[in-house]
């Protein structure tokens, strides 16, 4: 199994913060593997709510269901997509409030193992990459908002 996180500080209010993230809809503008999205999307997610996610990982293009599968307010959600290429996926989302924002972590767990070395490396490589430009993203479209509105 293979482990991604990033953690950044986004200042702002934590229910706004939370809520921003937790939006599907916003997935495309943030995340740069995610191509569309669907289902339960419009609103903050709970528990058991499902979204359709659209992504392009490396020249791969597929189209699955995650599940949110835990879900604390303000604090931590998990969604969970089980049986991938990529083995049962789980991203988990934590927010630690601090004074004046949070610090947001995101936690990808993925397997590559039923790849040849190269491809899960160039595979790893990939959801590195594009992890970390997800959390920078987010940053700056939460924190950019009071900015244009």
Do not use: C
Not at 75 to 86: A, I
Not at 120 to 147: F, P, V
Request: glycine share 8%; net charge negative; no cysteine.
């Amino acid at each position: 199994m293979s482990q991604i996180t990033n953690t950044i500080h986004i200042r702002g209010n934590a229910n706004e913060i939370f809520d921003f993230v937790t939006t599907a809809k916003y997935w495309t503008q943030w995340h740069p593997a995610t191509v569309g999205v669907s289902g339960q999307i419009e609103n903050p997610m709970r528990l058991g709510d499902v979204i359709r996610e659209r992504a392009k990982i490396g020249e791969a293009i597929g189209e699955n269901d995650w599940t949110v599968a835990e879900w604390e307010r303000n604090t931590r959600v998990v969604l969970s997509m089980p049986q991938t290429r990529l083995g049962d996926l789980q991203i988990s989302y934590t927010f630690v409030e601090t004074e004046g924002g949070v610090h947001f972590s995101r936690e990808l767990i993925f397997d590559t193992s039923a790849f040849p070395q190269e491809i899960a490396n160039a595979i790893t490589a990939q959801m590195q990459n594009d992890s970390r430009i997800a959390t920078e993203r987010i940053k700056e479209l939460y924190e950019g908002r009071g900015e244009r509105e």
